[in-house]
């Protein structure tokens, strides 16, 4: 109940390409949906964020897709740099505890 | 703003030794801070929900009496590894949230513990 499960574990894509990332959840209970970007040695960085009453996201090149019925969400970069080389997280936040759930991470390599 | 430090960013003790590492909300009030940790190529791991003035709250499986967490002030926790252990080398980050609202976490930059 508690778990958010993220796919791919491992992401390769190409300069200028398009990145994604899903993540599925199952507690209804959770009412906010953060993204991490986190450089190796560094702490994660908040990328963009969504609650369950929107479908969708969007900031710059990152954007949210968010499906309430089949409890699933997904992090679209847009244009991939080489620069977005970095793991993501997803992450889901449950009200009453003020706790995050994250998922197991996706380690994104933009190749130039 | 809300920027997260943390000190030291990286540390070697002996084992036995204890290590104290701060979390400071350096732009913001925080009365609710977190604790995780990371080892290599994983997620992170809830350790502890630090509330000013009150006692931390441990996740399961989380020694309390090895990991000590003192969050006396809106802007500081701090996290107490006791007779550390080369099994408790690992990266540990504190997380805050704004007392004045929200739900987002903003996280420090990582402290890396090495226990030879």
């Known amino acids: 109940q508690q778990q958010v499960k993220q796919s791919p574990q491992s992401l390769i894509v190409q300069k200028g390409g398009i990145s994604i990332i899903n993540c599925a959840y199952e507690n209804t209970a959770f009412d906010y949906f953060p993204w991490y970007q986190q450089f190796p040695g560094k702490g994660p960085a908040l990328l963009i964020a969504?609650?369950?009453?929107?479908s969708e996201k969007k900031e710059g090149r990152f954007t949210i897709s968010f499906n309430k019925s089949a409890k699933q969400f997904s992090l679209h970069i847009m244009d991939s740099q080489p620069g977005d080389s970095a793991t993501y997280f997803c992450?889901?936040?449950?009200?009453?505890?003020?706790?995050?759930?994250f998922g197991s991470g996706t380690q994104l390599t933009v190749l130039p | 703003g809300a920027v997260v430090s943390q000190h030291p960013s990286r540390v070697i003790c002996k084992s036995g030794t204890s290590v104290k590492i701060e979390c400071r909300s350096l732009?913001?009030?925080?009365?609710?801070m977190f604790w995780y940790r990371q080892f290599p190529k994983q997620s992170l791991m809830l350790m502890a929900t630090?509330?000013?003035?009150?006692?931390?709250?441990?996740e399961q499986g989380v020694e309390k009496d090895k990991f000590l967490i003192n969050h006396a002030s809106l802007t500081l926790s701090t996290l107490t590894v006791t007779s550390a252990h080369p099994e408790d080398s690992s990266f540990y980050i504190c997380?805050?949230?704004?007392?004045?609202?929200?739900?987002?976490?903003?996280f420090g930059p990582g402290t890396r513990l090495t226990v030879l």
């Open positions: 969504i609650r369950p009453d929107v």
């Open positions: 997380s805050a949230v704004l007392t004045s609202g929200g739900v987002t976490q903003y």
């Open positions: 630090s509330n000013e003035g009150s006692k931390a709250t441990y």
């Open positions: 732009d913001f009030q925080a009365t609710t």
């Open positions: 992450a889901a936040h449950r009200g009453s505890a003020r706790q995050l759930t």
